[in-house]
């Protein structure tokens, strides 16, 4: 199969000039086309085509991720529906998945298989903060293992950089910080813009290298279909108006029935008043409110104002300025910085499809006080351009000079990352708040799910899923929490703590009565406006102490089998995973001592505690694994059989990688060894760690596989501050650890373990079980 | 030097105090590890930090004199950085023009730190407009070795620049800029060498021997005139550092640089920097809000001057950098679920073991305003780690010292609200350190002070309930607090008679809280125990609400005999019975030692006026004027009263009498003031063996006089 067959079976079309190059020419660091060349389906059939067709040996440098980071929703949503279409084009929907990680609850199932080919598509928030470790709305015993992936084998898209901020900084210093402290397979990031600013790229780490460029050719441009959407004409005029009510008498007068017209503000609150407007001024149009500040249901109800054939008028923020594929005849827009105005511009006259005169673009002026959430200055720049254009037309602004700027600040730095693989919560319970390298600072949101939730949730109230979520600045829900009480929830202690002022990224659970949303307008802010509460199906939250593969498995599982199991499953991913640099060998020790800690007396009083007195099962343990049925709590609390494991390993003389590994490999116990909060620090004057008293003996075990560990005093000393009789500290083997592979390896290494393990788990599940275990749940 | 042999270095130019000397000991051993031996550790010994590294003193005195390479500490935002037109420069221009390699990072900061003032446009020292955009700047753009000083100098935070309290004011303390002054000092240490052969000669060995005095505590040879900061007070220049006036700062310029590299590690991780849980949550590690409590000198005047505390962890096990450095970022004190705030919190952190385990004691350190606008650090006392079990007793009073605290932070707050707060600050310290009994004891009575301050304050404090009353503390506090001792039991029994609500307005109910108002209760003299247990009892008396005593709150006879004899006691058990009284339910140790002799006028009065009974189940009815009598020192009406009483109840009694001049207070009656006292000793609820024997006493004695011809009467008895 040629090049042009497969993006023909993929797309429908023929491919253009630069779509063929990016696929078979090296992969270039800045790919600049105009918005609506196809640079979605361009960078998903180039990166198919390396991966699976191309005959040279392009495929063993091409990672097996497909990243695409993307700065809106809109954007999120529409590039997951042409991936699709591509690759079921391409007959590989079978074997390619395609994973949306937008909103509060994401698609994790790609997390358990990193050994096939994937495509994630995803908003900066949710990729960025997962490539910084601190995976928003993700249970935090989970941020190593999407770290360690993401930093592994995938090639990273940035889209839309122009919209990405401080985002784009944070994705040159993570392909740079990868180069310098190695990742266990080769990755690789493009930078995709409509306008070819290299300015921003040039982050301190990133740029000594030299950047290659792909654009628009000579092919390109004389090419029928691209020409037509160059040579667009859109008629530019000023609206005098100010007032919502003024602007909505002016768009209902120039409004044509019978096509789609788009009117885009700057701020949620006046789309929302806008919207109200525009309803009363004509009530027979179809009017569509769009913004971010909605839950996705409420947002799907709007919808179909995103449909090629839409009649009526569509109010919207900067969400519907990128990416989204809609085609207004006429668009009124608040006046904004240049990059944004082009991007708004797009979105009229698309294709081309209206001639001379029939597309219309009406700008509104704004003072200075409401130039928010933008600087007047550059507000004024823009208007500076304006004020001497009539047509805004794809050849017009490609002939606007553009400012070409640094990176955006604050950067990223080695240091920031190095600190970020530690995911243990501060002393005040608190975890690094990454959002200031996410997005620009002024966007810093929590997410909101409202319900019926009476004086307090119980321990057992499922986590909201995404379909619940609406995304609110945290300050406006400060205000909202002066008078009300919001619920986050806490994993240490597992239950939902009452919370007045919540952190950027948090869960947040309101009660309905409290308010602040309506289910057409969105976040309001308002105590009166009270929304409908979702129906969703929901995830079960997340404790320190909770090991569902472990309690609720469904059968009883022997701790030699679950080991066979698990050592197997690392050699099917050693096989599927030619490429990678991983310590195999030692993966597979760790995976043959993982579970050892479960022999302890604690542990298995707890699996067994289920079980009739005679029942046979109680001769053939110890088990890794219980049939579910027992419900009880290990009596020692905060145990964490990995501890024991891992001094277990350690006592047979064992080496430090496989330790953390074998520590790790629940993502809660990991670079240090510190009692948990509430945990007392010492019984009977032996100090205690994570459940396990000092000098208490773990029982001899067999491991399976021949391997039989000795009976051993579980020595704490290493928990010490300069170590003990047992050697070194803890702190110090994790450190040097972290020092000697860096932390895009270890981190990857120990997330292999970790789906190895699951996976072993699943494969003794039966299937009711497997099916309602969410995968990678542990 | 074999490769593989670890030599044990002591350092004895490196100990705890002062706070550059801890610092030193840190930048050794960071600045070893990271550039000479990464298998580097070091502990504090007894005579110094105890370097364990591949190097000995040979080794690591050339490893500094011929390798080492300064950490780049470059601080634009400054004036007298060096990077402004009125600075010194004989620092930065060796700096830049040196060739060296070892100075090759700290060129390329500099050329990066003029690089973004270029770009920004800011050519004087920048004004507070500029200092934001030119940190972040620099934040993003520095070479990486560079950060370390910018983290440990600043933090951006939403709420504009944060500092921690070790490097002042981001680098600046007064008039000193500490960047400015580490690069004058590397000038002064590895500066070119210039003049005669003997001038050159004489610079050599002073620079080695600078080295060897920082490290080895070997004497200066030539001080240099650089001044030293916040760091080493005694060092320091100023007032009251030479005989008379005043002296430029004297120290080895290795002191200051290897200070610095130290001070480097103090830096907050990220972790701690991003937290963004509010307004004024940024916490750096082991760097805690002061108390004016827990050591000898402080007063009011310092709480307002002094910043912060440092409380720098000290340990035994030779510990490596890694994991030191992780160790200085987290800062862990615990207590209960939260992180120390305050000094009082950090005591008790450690008296719970609430700090990482394997560390020996803290040196702690405050800095205070002396010198104007310099600050110092003052050494305000070690603290060795080990379990006060004593200290637990805290938690029960945890929520209402930091009510106290808050409450006391105001500026509103009454003068004699904040002392008490100090006092109370001051004895929780001294628990957390000793958990002794006698610090409990003095624990509870600044707690009862407190308590009667805040009675004095009550508008004040039950105002939006800014300060509750202090919760009834549980009997165990009694257990640690109480000695086997007359006083303590005397105060323990007036506490047990139900003390606290005489003293206190509180509501009614299990919790204590204000009762705003309060019906006229006892009249209470301050500091006139006598006077105000007579007070007491007259009211009970007037009112016929008389207490009984409770449980097992009550004093012996001998107890009473002593309190008679002992009123300059009064003062120490007022004080120590406020705090006890603190206590829900009193409950002492039996003991009885009822044989003690006691005047007769106490029991006769004793037996009239106890509520318990005494003839058939009942207490006597109330004899009028007995009390009044008695406490207006006219023992004889009132033995007449109560003898009348007595018999006419029923029963027979005899007194005894003995020598007057054996006691003051023996025999009957004795003096006005004597008789005022013994009936203030009614107050004391006795135990019922005392009471037993006091009873059959009497009951002899009046057996006796039954012979004698004629029934003795009070005038018989002189």
Redesign the interface.
Known sequence: MTFDDLFERATGFAPFPFQQALAEGPWPDLLTVPTGSGKTAAVVVAWLWRRRFARTGTHPETPRRLVYCLPTRGLVEQTVAVAQHTIAGAGLAEEIGVHALLGGAVDNAWEAAPDREQVLVGTQDQLLSRALNRGYASSRYRWPIQFGFLHSDSLWVFDETQLMGVGLSTGTQLQALRDKLQSAAPTHSLFVSATNRPGPLATVDFRCRELVTLTLGDGDRGHPVLARRIAASKALDRLDAEEPKAIAVAVAAAHQPGSRSLVVVNTVRRAQDLFKALQKVCPDAAVRLLHSRLRPPDRASASDALRPDFDGIVVATQVVEAGVDLSARLLVTEIAPWASLVQRAGRCNRGGEFGPGEAQILWIDLPDKSAAPYDPSDLDEARQTLEGLDDLGVGTVEAVPLADLGPTRPVLRRKDLLDLFDTEPDLAGEHIDVSRFVRDSNDRDVQVAWRVVGDKPGDETALPHRDELCRVPVGALHKLLKTAVGWTWDALEGSWQASKRPSPGQVVLLDVTTGGYDDLLGWTGQAKHRPTPIDAANVVPDADESDRWTTHLGVYVALTVHHDDVVAEVATLQRGLPSWDAPWQTLATAARWHDLGKVHPAFQEMLLSGLEDDSPLRDNGPYAKSDGRNRSRCRRRHFRHELPSALGWLAAGGDDLTAYFVAAHHGKVRLHLRPRPSEPLEVEGRSVVLGVVDGEVLPAAELGGGVRSATVPLDLSIARLGGGDAGPAWSHRTTALLDQFGPFRLAAWEALLRVADWRGSRRRAPSRQAETLEVGHD | MTEHSVHELILEGCRPRPLASYLVAIGVLRVVAEQADPEA?G?WGERGFVLHSRLDEAALLSFFADRYEPTPVVSPWNGGSGFHPPDAKDGIDFLSASEADRFADYREAIDVARRVLTELGIENKPDKADKEPLV??L???LP?GA??WL?AALT?T?DGPKYPPLLGTGGNDGRLEFSGNFMAQLAEIFGPVEGSDRKQAAIRSNRSGWLRATLLNDAVPSLAKKAVGQFDPAAAGGANAGPGMTFASRVSPWTYVLMMEGALAFAA????K?????PG?L?FPFSVRAAGAGYGTAADVEDGSSRDELWLPL??????W??L???LR???A?VG???ARNAVDFARAIS???V????SGFERYGFHQRNGLSFQAVPLGRWSVR?VPEASLLDDIGSWLERLRRAASNDRTPASIQRARRDVERAVMALCADGSPASVRSLLCSLGAAERQMTRSLRWCADQNTLPPLPWLPSNWLQAALEDGEEHRLAAALAGRGLRRVLTPLGPGRWARWDENPPPGVRWFERDLQRSLISWLLREDQTGVRTAPQGTATVDAADVAWWLDHPEADAAIEELAYGVALVRAIELPYRSSFRAWLPPLFGLLHLCMDPRPLVDDRPLPRTPGLLARASSGDAEAASGLALRRLRGSGLRLGLEVRPAAQRPWQGLPGSPAATRRVAAALAFPLDLRSRQRLLSQLIAADADAEASPSTPSPTELR
């Open positions: 550790r502990a972040e700047a934040r993003s753009e990486d950060l370390a983290d951006l939403n991780g990220t972790s701690r991003l937290e963004s849980t509010g949550a916490v340990w035994e096990a030779p510990v490596s890694t994991e450095r992780g160790l987290e800062g862990r615990r679920r939260r992180n719970r073991l609430g990482a385990r394997g560390l379990r």
